[in-house]
């Protein structure tokens, strides 16, 4: 790390709406997604810009980008004047408010990186990695549209997607079966059901799909039915992913404890907190059980700071759900260093955004 640190005080913060369109409906179990609600921050101190990304996960925490944008009015006056890590310690009062509080903390830590003189990952702890692979994802279409849609993707270079499946377990056995089929063994496949099943259901799926090489099987039922993981879990050869049921590290502990689950998702905007998503990693690591990390359709400004915690942290073994632009006409994702199945970790201090190219983009 380099240079003393100056102190630097919070002189000013801004917010402003960002609105991405999907290039095509994004059908998942809670509907379908035609556009993308953001609120992008900007923190200002003395000597330094920090950028910052909420996009709200209504689904999983309550919250829209009007309650957030509220709840931020309301909290900028408590960080004017005070230093980084003050306004840090000061964002745990918005616990109520994850995404709200994630994008925060983003644009503090963005300011603190850039402070001290070096990425992120330098603060949250060392570089583990120079390059992220990632992957995409299938919405719920029918079978025809979803395998054209799994060619496509392989054409353009992805290596690793994920199919939603919330229909019959029937059906939607038969559309894996013909992806696969059409895209070859070379194609790393996952499933995610946004808890679209119960317990029957979601084995009866698993069972009829075993043979696929499906790499896991994302939330299979409801966030609430703990028992309904633990049973999926026992009854089939496919791992088994708890997103919605794993919001915070004390819901990771109780799927430890009950071996509910084989792999956690780790979401900022369910989590509330790189910090929190970092030690969810790390005490996740020592029950065997490994992380992915996946983004609430984040901007630029998101995924960066998702690759900063993933370039710091050992156990995101597997490709992560960072691959959005293949679902979301976001001209911020010319920022990144990407393929369309990796991401370097740049070497530019705080998140990785450069504050010229953020400006351009989300300010003009």
């Known amino acids: 790390m380099s240079g003393e640190i100056n102190m630097e005080r919070i002189k000013d913060v801004y917010i402003r709406e960002y609105i991405t369109p999907t290039y095509k409906p994004f059908k998942v179990t809670y509907g379908e997604h035609k556009y993308i609600e953001h609120l992008i921050i900007k923190v200002r101190s003395e000597n330094f810009t ?8 209504t689904f999983f925490t309550g919250e829209t980008v009007q309650i957030s944008k509220k709840v931020l009015e309301d909290f900028i006056p408590r960080l004017k004047g005070v230093t980084i890590d003050e306004a840090i310690n000061l964002t745990k009062r918005l616990s109520f408010y994850p995404s709200t509080r994630a994008g925060i903390e983003m644009a503090l830590l963005d300011i603190k990186a850039k402070e001290m003189g070096v990425p992120l990952y330098e603060v949250l702890g060392t570089k583990v990695r120079g390059e992220v692979k990632v992957s995409t994802a299938i919405g719920s279409e029918d079978i025809e549209s979803s395998v054209k849609e799994a060619i496509r993707l392989k054409e353009q270079g992805y290596r690793c997607f994920k199919v939603k499946v919330i229909e019959d377990p ?36 698993s069972k009829l799909i075993e043979g696929e090489g499906i790499q896991y099987f994302e939330q299979p039922v409801p966030r609430e039915d703990i028992e309904g993981l633990r049973e999926v879990k026992r009854a089939t050869t496919i791992p088994i992913m708890a997103d919605e049921s794993a919001l915070n590290s004390r819901d990771v502990l109780n799927l430890i404890k009950r071996n509910a689950v084989d792999l956690i998702a780790i979401k900022l905007a369910k989590c509330g907190s790189i910090y929190e998503a970092k030690r969810i990693a790390e005490f996740s690591e020592t029950a065997s059980i490994s992380c992915v990390v996946i983004s609430a359709f984040d901007t630029a400004i998101g995924i960066s700071a998702n690759i900063q915690l993933i370039a710091s942290t050992e156990n995101f073994p597997y490709p992560n759900d960072l691959a959005l632009w293949s679902i979301v006409d976001d001209k911020s994702y010319s920022i990144l260093m990407k393929t369309n199945s990796t991401i370097t970790v740049t070497e530019e201090k705080g998140i990785g955004i450069i504050g010229g190219k953020a400006e351009e983009i989300f300010w003009k």
């Open 50 to 57: 920090g950028y910052g990304d909420v996009t709200p996960l």
């Open 170 to 205: 029937e059906r939607e056995a038969k559309k894996v079966k013909m992806i696969r089929e059409a895209i070859g063994d070379d194609i790393v496949l996952r499933l995610d059901a946004n808890g679209a099943y119960n317990a029957k259901a979601a084995i009866k799926l």
